[in-house]
């Protein structure tokens, strides 16, 4: 194990700052800061000397929940180790983290069957940690929904089947949480449709729980953690900053930085290192809509989200839509403008001709109160698709600016904003609960401004490595399952390549250039003070033979919901990575005990 716990601690009353200013070094990616950073953050202080603080915690300690939890579940990992019949005495207990990549519903079908053989093998009762990236945590949330499921995963298992497998949630029901998320709290964003629009159809549920009531440090299952980035962060090629975030039962925060606010209290409005305004903690569906939104910088989830709300928008009936002043116009005459409006989007994001549906929105709009503007079709150079893109999404903005002015009807105001959210690209706006706070112990960056966005991690790296490599969780043993798209290497490859920039222990990884379009199905890397990191490609020429990209093309990210045969079968395909390797999995816990 690492040695003793090193914190910086602001209290209510006080915060205790570094004597040297560090600064802000330039780098070449969107990574982050230095070793020399990571180093000066750090101020050596024993764990009795740290005070908590009710609002902001700066500190590189795991918070006094999680480590009792880590105290008790070191016995499970104990007794899993003698029952395997690997010598271990209870002060050599290794930390392993699991480690489960995005991939939409792959990733959170894939994870579940590889967890269920985990199960099988007596393996799953060794996982301290349970880490997961965008589809990896749809499984995550629907396993915890379960008190102690590590202990019935079969029983758990086809509750899971049976509901992935079964109905849709209504389109009432679906209407009725997309008002809640956006009359609910102060900040409205794509985060909020992609949950009642996008996540829904996958889980086939609205998760109303909340992570810190799910879970008590008595629990016997791995300890959870999602994680996103801060879209600012990551976005920062000049200067040294920290994108990593991580979302546990007691806490979320930065993961390096080592700023942290209670679950809770995520979301609420904070200056100086104390709250000023609550607001409503987030639910499981919202948690895994921040979590499961990759894609968010592409043309394709433009179109999956135009072409959710156009369905939206056909599906609700006029009569669903309240008009509460007889003095407006019509709610029909505005639910048809944007109708047309969301087609008009699709036709340009599809390289389709508009023109059709432009002259229907001039009509409507000019029989709703004479409004005129029109989308500029025959200025439109169709060989230039960024140009009418940026036309289109003008044109979006300028009709939803107007048509927003009829407040008092409720649908149409909760439309509107979405088509605003949907011009300027808004996903995950929370407030900034380091607003204002001037402490040299954080970068300067995560400080700054009133509120932060945070989107799917799977947009910097597709794998929450950096969610267990913090060094107070003295990870010894990484079991990372890999579930995404393209290489099967990147994920680890671009861990190393990320951790070496910032002086974190981590192995070399040297993959064979033969292994990269028809990867195996075990992989160990290792290096001098580092933990061992086991790489496992889903689909690979072991459980796959020489069909993998049958088996990649069957099980797109993107793609309608899995039916119960196809979970079965790729749960079926995911468990073979585990169960063909059960030695190869107990030879590496045996020698990080060693």
């Given at each position: 194990m690492a040695s003793a716990s090193t914190a910086i601690q602001m209290t209510p009353s006080s915060i205790l700052v570094l004597n040297t200013t560090v600064p802000f070094l330039p780098t070449a990616c969107h990574l982050l800061f230095s070793s020399t950073l990571l180093q000066n953050y750090r101020r050596t202080m024993s764990a009795?000397?740290?005070?908590?603080?009710?609002?902001?915690?700066?500190?590189?300690?795991?918070?006094?929940?999680?480590?009792?939890?880590?105290?008790?579940?070191?016995?499970t990992v104990f007794q899993a180790l003698q029952n395997l019949k690997i010598p271990c005495s209870k002060n050599e207990v290794p930390h392993i983290a699991l480690l489960g990549s995005g991939g939409g519903q792959r990733a959170m079908v894939a994870l579940l069957g590889s967890l269920v053989q985990l199960y099988e093998e007596d393996l799953l009762d060794c996982i301290l940690y349970l880490s997961g990236v965008s589809g990896s945590t749809w499984c995550m949330a629907s396993l915890y929904q379960e008190p102690d499921w590590s202990t019935k995963l079969e029983t758990v298992k086809d509750k899971i089947i049976e509901r992935l497998s079964g109905p849709q949630v209504s389109w009432g029901e679906a209407r009725t949480k997309l008002k809640e998320y956006h009359y609910g709290k102060d900040f409205f964003s794509l985060t909020d449709v992609w949950a009642v629009m996008a996540v829904i159809t996958f889980v086939k549920e609205i998760d109303e729980c909340k992570l810190s009531e799910q879970w008590?440090?008595?629990?016997?299952?791995?300890?959870?953690?999602?994680?996103?980035?801060d879209k600012q962060c990551k976005q920062h090629e000049d200067v040294c900053v920290d994108p990593w975030f991580e979302i546990t039962p007691h806490?979320?925060?930065?993961?390096?930085?080592?700023?942290?606010?209670?679950?809770?209290?995520?979301?609420?409005?904070?200056?100086?290192g104390h709250k000023i305004k609550d607001q409503?903690?987030?639910?499981?569906?919202?948690?895994?809509?921040?979590?499961?939104?990759?894609?968010?910088?592409?043309?394709?989830?433009?179109?999956?989200?135009?072409?959710?709300?156009?369905e939206f928008l056909h599906r609700s009936s006029h009569s669903e839509m309240k008009n509460e002043d007889p003095k407006t116009p019509p709610v029909d005459k505005c639910h048809q403008a944007l109708m047309d409006l969301a087609d008009m989007n699709l036709c340009v994001l599809n390289d389709q001709d508009p023109s059709h549906l432009d002259q229907s929105l001039r009509t409507t709009l000019d029989d709703l109160d004479g409004y005129q503007l029109g989308f500029p079709t025959e200025n439109m150079n169709p060989a230039d698709k960024q140009a009418v893109k940026h036309l289109v999404n003008q044109h979006t903005k300028n009709v939803s600016n107007h048509l927003s002015r009829y407040s008092s009807m409720p649908d149409i105001q909760i439309l509107t904003h979405i088509f605003k959210c949907m011009t300027s690209w808004i996903w995950g706006r929370h407030y900034n609960f380091l607003h204002n706070m001037k402490d040299e112990a954080v970068p300067a960056a995560l400080q700054e401004g009133e509120t932060r966005d945070y989107e799917d991690s799977g947009l910097l790296n597709n794998s929450p490595y950096f969610s267990v490599l913090r060094e107070e969780r003295h990870i010894?043993?990484?079991?990372?399952?890999?579930?995404?798209?393209?290489?099967?290497?990147?994920?680890?490859?671009?861990?190393?390549?990320?951790?070496?920039?910032?002086?974190?222990?981590?192995?070399?990884?040297?993959?064979?250039?033969?292994?990269?379009?028809?990867p195996k199905d075990f992989y160990v890397f290792k290096g001098k003070n580092a933990p061992t990191v086991i790489h496992i490609p889903l689909f690979n020429v072991v459980n796959c033979g020489g069909e993998i990209d049958y088996w990649r093309n069957k099980y797109r990210i993107v793609q309608d919901p899995y039916s119960a045969e196809k979970i079965i079968d790729l749960m079926k395909v995911a468990g073979k990575n585990i169960s063909n390797n059960r030695e190869k999995i107990k030879e590496q816990i045996q020698a990080i005990i060693g």
């Open positions: 009795s000397e740290i005070q908590e603080s009710s609002d902001v915690r700066i500190a590189h300690t795991l918070h006094t929940k999680e480590e009792e939890f880590v105290h008790k579940r070191r016995e008590d440090h008595l629990s016997k299952d791995p300890f959870p953690i999602y994680t996103v980035v806490e979320a925060g930065y993961s390096l930085s080592g700023a942290f606010v209670e679950t809770s209290s995520f979301g609420c409005q904070f200056d100086k409503p903690e987030m639910d499981m569906l919202y948690l895994q809509s921040l979590c499961g939104s990759c894609l968010a910088d592409g043309d394709e989830i433009h179109k999956f989200l135009w072409d959710k709300i156009s010894d043993l990484i079991i990372s399952l890999d579930f995404s798209d393209g290489d099967p290497f990147m994920t680890v490859k671009k861990a190393a390549e990320m951790s070496k920039k910032l002086n974190l222990s981590f192995p070399e990884v040297n993959i064979p250039s033969e292994d990269v379009d028809n």
